[in-house]
């Protein structure tokens, strides 16, 4: 499992929240801090790569378990 300063649970969520509030934490986090999102919505990967390809943070990991997604996702 990768290592984590942050956790950010969006379970039972529809987009755009989950996103939406990755953004706002991302937006907070400092260089190279890792935040561990939890998601059910199933566009979510999706949605949160496209963010990530906007505002050029890093997918370091992204496993699904029992209908939850765990992202970790690095700042630069």
Do not use: W
Not at 13 to 42: G, I, Y
Not at 61 to 75: A, P, R
Request: charge should be negative; hydrophobic fraction near 35%.
């Amino acid at each position: 499992m990768t290592e984590f300063q942050y956790e950010l649970d969006a379970r039972g969520e529809k987009c755009p929240a989950p996103v939406m509030k990755t953004k706002k934490m991302l937006n907070q986090m400092s260089h190279n801090d890792v935040v561990h999102v939890m998601a059910t919505d199933p566009a979510s990967g999706h949605d949160l790569s496209i963010l990530l390809e906007a505002v050029e943070d890093e997918m370091l990991e992204s496993t699904s378990e029992d209908g939850v997604f765990h992202y970790y996702i690095k700042k630069r």
